[in-house]
């Protein structure tokens, strides 16, 4: 190819290990840059032994090089799932990194359509690495903050270069951020005050010596209360297991909240300590020694920042008060704790869809704001 560019699928031990190492040296030079565990992204590009995933989908993965040099790297993916969810011929694409540069750019993008055009996808969408569960979107506002744990983080010009290539956005997913060592307005005090008056709710912690059972039910639930959303793909219960043992060393009893009605559990709240903060100086690496740092830091975690990732209450009591009323009570009850117990003074929520009206409300109402966008693009194939 002219300049010196080629294109090459990931196929060997090195092969996977340049695919894996490209961004620690295209961040190089960014202070916001986390370094992802190795260990992480090996599992999650791995196959089937490392993620269930690829028990209803496909992916391929590619290295671009100049001279010899990797330049660029992407993934393409089709998920049974997605079809099924989302609409027939619908193909994605992640994984996405490359030096700033046009042309490697375009042959990473044209690659990764013409494997999704053979396998009969008429439309792609990206970045999703790999799935919407892990890290859906391009980061196109909020780059003067470093991400929270399980966000992602993108160089400025990759938008420039996505839309060169002809994509245009089609959804945005927001985090939203506040001061959580303070009250939240009167207001949501109020709702919270009401909740405790009624007695057919309680909001308990998640135990964590029911740690399968207790993330089957939030996924359960999860999968009830998103059903309808944007982009939604369910969750397999292979993937459930998968997310309950990964999650495992990073969720805290007190940081959990599962709301039931009437005995029932309708709802529930997850909020992790920012990882972030206590993995960013181990460049990646968690051996030799990172392992035992890590583990160490995570015995009683003090964060600056605590994350809420997912949110959810069943379809059957959506748009009703009481839906209201659970999810202050378990926002609150966590905001205590989080501050409390681990030290946390911000709270960020999110991802929140462009759409989601009812998350969007509640973000209003605990006066946060928007701290960074995600960008989903799709072009026709």
């Known amino acids: 190819m002219p300049g010196g560019l080629s294109i090459t699928t990931v196929a060997t031990a090195a092969d996977r290990k340049a695919f894996v190492d490209l961004p620690y040296r295209l961040y190089a030079g960014d202070p916001h840059f986390v370094p992802p565990l190795r260990s992480e992204v090996h599992a999650l590009i791995g196959g089937i032994k490392g993620n269930p995933w690829f028990e209803h989908g496909k992916a391929q993965l590619w290295l671009a090089h100049r001279d010899g040099k990797v330049v660029g790297r992407i993934s393409a993916q089709v998920d049974r799932l997605v079809q099924e969810h989302v609409g027939a011929g619908t193909g994605h694409w992640g994984m996405f990194e490359t030096i700033d540069d046009q042309a490697v750019a375009d042959l990473l993008l044209q690659t990764a359509e013409d494997w999704l055009r053979s396998r009969g996808m008429t439309r792609a969408q990206g970045p999703f690495s790999l799935s919407i569960w892990d890290e859906p979107g391009l980061l196109v506002e909020g780059f003067s903050r470093a991400p929270t744990v399980m966000m992602g983080h993108h160089l400025p010009y990759y938008r420039r270069l996505i839309e060169a290539h002809g994509y245009v956005g089609i959804k945005d997913l927001h985090t939203w951020g506040l001061r959580i060592d303070q009250p939240f307005p009167e207001m949501v005090q109020r709702i919270v005050a009401a909740s405790e008056r009624n007695s057919r709710l309680v909001t308990r912690r998640v135990d964590k010596a029911r740690f399968a059972e207790e993330a089957a039910l939030i996924l359960d639930i999860l999968n009830d209360a998103w059903s309808t959303n944007w982009g939604f793909v369910p969750l397999t219960p292979a993937e459930v297991a998968f997310v309950g043992k990964k999650l495992k060393p ?11 009605y009437d005995g029932v559990p309708v709802g529930f709240m997850i909020s992790l300590p920012d990882i972030n ?105």
């Open 250 to 260: 990073i969720v805290f009893e007190d940081l959990i909240r599962i709301a039931e």
């Open 277 to 381: 903060e206590l993995t960013r100086d181990l460049g990646g690496d968690l051996f030799p020694f990172g392992w035992a740092k890590l583990l160490w830091r995570l015995r009683a975690p003090k964060v600056r920042t605590i994350r809420v990732p997912l949110m959810g209450i069943r379809k059957t009591l959506q748009g009703h008060r009481v839906a209201s009323l659970m999810a202050f009570q378990m926002i609150e009850y966590i905001r205590r704790d989080a501050v409390a117990k681990f030290g946390a003074t911000e709270g960020e929520i999110g991802w929140i869809l462009d759409d989601n009206g009812p998350m969007r409300s509640i973000a209003d109402a605990i006066d946060s704001k928007v701290t960074r966008t995600y960008r989903v693009f799709e072009r026709g194939l």
